[in-house]
C-alpha cells in the first residue's frame, strides 16, 4: 500500500494564484487578447474575459475544475467522478488534468486530493489516468500574508484507467 499525504500544499497556492490572474487579467501577466499586442499610442490593453477563454478550452474535465474553484459553495458535500490524471507533489496529492493552450506550454488545472479513507494503486505514478470519485469539501489555505479557501476532494473511489 503506498503511503498518501493529505494533500497537495502547492496545488493549494498555485490555483488560486492561477484563477486570480485568468479571472481577473491583471497587471503584464494577464491573459492578452487574440490580437497583436497594443500600439504604445493604444490606451488600453484587451485582455480576455473568463468568458472568452472558456470558449478556448474544449475540455469538459478542465471547464468542471475551473467551475469548482469559481463556484465551490455550489458543489460542497456533492460526490463527484471525474476521468483525469494523478499527481503526486512533495507535499501530497492532487488530481486534475494537464492542459496546453494551442501553441503554449501545458497548465495544470487540478483539485488537492485527500486519499485517507482509500488504498492508491501500488504501481501508480505521477501523470497517470484515474477515475476518481468523492466529495467535494473546502479547507482554509494560509500563507504567510493571507488566508484563502481552495476546493478539495476527499476521494472514496480510485482506479487506474488506460486513456
Do not use: C
Not at 503506498?2 to 494533500?7: R, S
Not at 460526490?79 to 490524471?85: C, G, H, K, V
Not at 492508491?120 to 489516468?129: F, K, M, V, Y
Amino acid at each position: 500500500m503506498k503511503k498518501t499525504k493529505l494533500f497537495n500544499k502547492k496545488a493549494i497556492i498555485v490555483i488560486p494564484i492561477v484563477l486570480a490572474l485568468l479571472l481577473g487579467s491583471v497587471g503584464t501577466l494577464g491573459l492578452m487578447g487574440l490580437g497583436n499586442q497594443p500600439d504604445s499610442n493604444e490606451s488600453q490593453s484587451e485582455y480576455l474575459s473568463i468568458d472568452d477563454l472558456k470558449k478556448l478550452i474544449d475540455n469538459e474535465t478542465v471547464l468542471k475544475i475551473m467551475d469548482i474553484h469559481e463556484n465551490l459553495d455550489n458543489y460542497i458535500d456533492e460526490t463527484q467522478t471525474f476521468e483525469m490524471q494523478f499527481f503526486e507533489f512533495e507535499d501530497g496529492y492532487s488530481v486534475g488534468i494537464e492542459y496546453s493552450f494551442e501553441g503554449g506550454e501545458p497548465l495544470l488545472f487540478d483539485i488537492p486530493a485527500n486519499f485517507t479513507n482509500v488504498e492508491l494503486p501500488e504501481d501508480i505514478q505521477n501523470s497517470d489516468w484515474i477515475k476518481v470519485s468523492g466529495k467535494i469539501g473546502r479547507t482554509d489555505e494560509a500563507d504567510s500574508d493571507h488566508t484563502h479557501t481552495v476546493p478539495v476532494i476527499y476521494v472514496s473511489s480510485i482506479e487506474k484507467i488506460d486513456k
